[in-house]
T-cell receptor, first 112, second 114 residues
Framework: GQNIDQPTEMTATEGAIVQINCTYQ??????LFWYQQHAGEAPTFLSY????GLEEKGRFSSFLSRSKGYSYLLLKELQMKDSASYLC?????????????FGTGTRLLVSP | GAGVSQSPRYKVAKRGQDVALRCDPI?????LFWYQQALGQGPEFLTY????????KSGLPSDRFFAERPEGSVSTLKIQRTQQEDSAVYLC????????????FGPGTRLTVL
């Protein structure tokens, strides 16, 4: 099976930078996703990494190291609206990599 | 274009009742997924359709759970004889076609079984 670990909760201050880590163990790899989920709302797509390295998209960046089974999501210039859960997910290699396997999510609280 | 929509947004059922949850995927999306999300947890896979074909139902927790997508668009997740442990948010996601495509999620249906 697949195993994904990420911290349960993090706190940070408005305007700061925060890094949310995700480690995974999978029998096959075909990409890692980060989603943002505000309470009571749909998970929304943030980023997708399939090759090693850093992908930057505005205030958000995502990094992947396949050899280490490791990814992080970097959020810069934090805003209050960034308070949400951040979900790390990998594609399950069974049956054609269709389904996603999620971590438990990291709840980020941004304070003034 | 509209995103994935789900109805109802909230459902309260008495234990033993049957419920039906509806998902309208993004227009033109071939693949449709159902996930179950318990409080404080990440979504867990239930089942997957490609058009009208249910290609993977390995995540359905029991034979009380049944999903269909008869015309390859709207999908319904049905839970028979609901139990308290079925209380969760049921998320639907759709993607354009294949394994390489991003899944886009609906807002979910929060089911509470009393």
């Amino acid at each position: 099976g697949q195993n994904i670990d990420q911290p349960t909760e993090m706190t940070a201050t408005e305007g700061a930078i925060v890094q949310i880590n995700c480690t995974y163990q999978t029998s096959g790899f075909n990409g890692l996703f980060w989603y943002q989920q505000h309470a009571g709302e749909a998970p929304t797509f943030l980023s997708y990494n399939v090759l090693d390295g850093l992908e930057e998209k505005g205030r958000f960046s995502s990094f992947l190291s396949r050899s280490k089974g490791y990814s992080y999501l970097l959020l810069k210039e934090l805003q209050m609206k960034d308070s949400a859960s951040y979900l790390c997910a990998v594609r399950d290699p069974g049956r054609g990599f269709q389904k996603l396997v999620f971590g438990t999510g990291t709840r980020l609280l941004v304070s003034p | 274009g509209a995103g994935v929509s789900q109805s109802p947004r909230y459902k309260v059922a008495k234990r033993g009742q049957d419920v039906a949850l509806r998902c309208d995927p993004i227009s033109g999306h071939v693949s449709l997924f159902w996930y179950q999300q318990a409080l404080g947890q990440g979504p867990e896979f239930l089942t997957y359709f490609q058009n009208e074909a249910q290609l993977d139902k390995s995540g359905l927790p029991s034979d009380r759970f049944f999903a269909e997508r008869p015309e390859g668009s709207v999908s319904t997740l049905k839970i028979q004889r609901t139990q308290q442990e079925d209380s969760a948010v049921y998320l639907c996601a759709s993607s354009l076609a294949g394994a390489a495509d991003t899944q886009y999620f609906g807002p979910g249906t929060r089911l509470t079984v009393l």
